[in-house]
């Protein structure tokens, strides 16, 4: 029988700490309130970049009330949500101004790639973050009405798009672009997960078997034509992990455990150069010889994961082992707050 894999931890840009508040984004007086706020908040983004004040540092927040001279530079605010406190939080994009010209605007010192401060931010910031870089990158993206080609102009708080044409009107939301990626693993013999190098990407890096859901196809069906057309294995058993939040520029990461049917690999050679069976020493050998650069990514959470079911969870596993403890007793210590509240 299947080992039954650990519950997973809450994953990065997962668990949104702010109230979105969505049934009051239509109704303008309530958000000309919450924009009068105390503690009202905007965050500034260009081009999908966070704005820093300095090296190191985090990203530029400012408060609502002074930040006139920016907003009438920006695009129209969009609403993310209400902290704790009741107060708002609103992003802006700076993406219509060169780079200069925004950083001045905000006062940081430079602009970095969102990512990339995503070990140096707690689990909701880097959430709310991500989350603002995913609506501003769609209203850029939707400035026009695919069904008639009118202008689009926002709606309800930034959370909607309405096209302006005669006569369609329609009604535009937000993108989402669900993917599976899945751990499969061998059907007999030693455990072993399938992994595969991506024919454009760098010589050496292994990763997990991904892909787009298609139009009228199941999570289940997507992972197994996913694995089938990929590397030619056939998979049988799938089960649902968890899930997360990916805003590069819109996905949403579905993972899954699969257990294959044969172990005979043909890669496509299209999208995969090689595929490969890996042991879970081999798999802790190639995490500790090549560190990811960014550790925000369910791919890695499903690999780690296996690698702890064979106690080979040695430096880098039994880090994440830990944070996930911590992270889960964080979580129960903020739930029983708000109870007590």
């Known amino acids: 029988m299947t080992q039954a894999p650990p519950a997973f931890p809450r994953l990065p840009y997962t668990g949104l700490a702010l109230d979105r508040a969505s049934g009051h984004r239509g109704d303008g007086a309530w958000l000309d309130a919450v924009r009068a706020r105390a503690g009202t908040r905007l965050i500034p983004l260009w081009r999908d970049r966070c704005l820093v004040t300095a090296a190191g540092a985090g990203p530029v927040t400012l408060p609502l009330a002074g930040a006139a001279d920016l907003l009438a530079a920006a695009d129209p ?12 939080v609103f992003a802006a994009d700076l993406s219509a101004l060169d780079e200069a010209a925004a950083a001045t605007l905000a006062g940081a010192a430079a602009t970095v790639d969102t990512r990339s401060l995503f070990a140096a931010l707690d689990a909701d910031q880097a959430t709310a973050l991500a989350y603002a870089r995913g609506l501003l990158r769609w209203h850029r993206d939707q400035q026009f009405c695919g069904r008639c080609g009118a202008q689009a102009q926002p709606d309800q708080a930034g959370h909607q798009r309405t096209c302006t044409g ?4 329609k009604l535009l939301f937000p993108r989402i672009e669900p993917a599976v990626i899945t751990l499969v693993e061998a059907p007999a013999g030693p455990p072993r997960c ?4 991506p024919a454009n990407g760098p010589d050496g890096v292994w990763s997990l078997i991904a892909g787009f859901v298609d139009v009228g196809e199941g999570l289940e069906d997507a992972v197994r034509r996913e694995v089938a057309e990929e590397t030619g294995v056939s998979v049988g058993e799938v089960r649902y992990l968890g899930s997360q939040a990916w805003p590069y520029p819109a996905g949403l990461m579905i993972g899954f455990r699969a257990v294959a049917t044969v172990e005979d690999i043909t890669p496509d050679l ?9 042991t879970r020493p081999e798999l802790a050998a190639y995490l500790g010889e090549r560190p990811r650069r960014y550790r925000d990514s369910i791919g890695l959470y499903l690999l780690e994961g296996w690698l702890e079911e064979g ?3 040695e430096g880098r596993g039994a ?3 830990d944070e996930r403890r911590g992270a889960t007793k964080e979580r129960r210590r903020s739930e029983e707050g708000r109870q007590r509240a």
């Open 311 to 313: 106690q080979l969870v």
């Open 270 to 278: 299209a999208e995969v150069a090689e595929a490969r069976w890996a």
């Open 166 to 169: 005669a006569g369609c009107g």
């Open 194 to 197: 399938l992994l595969a190098r």
């Open 319 to 321: 880090a994440w082992t």
């Open 77 to 88: 605010p969009v609403f993310l949500g209400l902290d704790e406190s009741g107060a708002g």
